[in-house]
Nanobody, 125 residues
């Protein structure tokens, strides 16, 4: 599975951005898709994840309510809607996929086998 994340850019605090993650190479219908983010000098952190059938969505506690993850399996695309952006949301955002992840590991970046290249999000105050 090849993943590509896009939709990043610059936004002012309080505004919104929507990131997309598309898959190619094979359908990701059976894969859990996660979003992570990383700032220089810090570890990559979990943002959100969605199971293949959209019946399970997971969020970092600090982002719940502002960020929404969704997927369209017919389009091989997962979305991350980010509302009320804050300067601390500035990071490179990565999408990742795995076909065998278990629920207890869904927030663990080491559980994901496939990664996209990342897209920069910059939020100014």
């Amino acid at each position: 599975v090849q993943l590509q994340a896009f939709g990043g850019g610059s936004a002012q605090a309080g505004h919104s951005l929507r990131l997309s993650c598309t898959a190619s190479g094979r359908t990701f219908r059976g894969y859990t898709i996660g979003w992570f983010r990383q700032v220089p000098g810090k570890e990559r952190e979990f943002v959100a994840a969605v199971k293949w059938n959209s019946r399970g969505t997971y969020y970092a506690d600090s982002l719940r309510g502002r960020f929404t993850i969704s997927r369209d399996n017919d389009k091989n695309t997962v979305y991350l809607q980010m509302n009320n952006l804050k300067p601390e949301d500035t990071a490179v955002y990565y999408c990742a996929a795995d076909g065998t992840i278990i629920q207890s590991s869904i927030r663990d970046l080491r559980a994901y086998d496939y990664w996209g290249q990342g897209t920069q999000v910059t939020v100014s105050s």
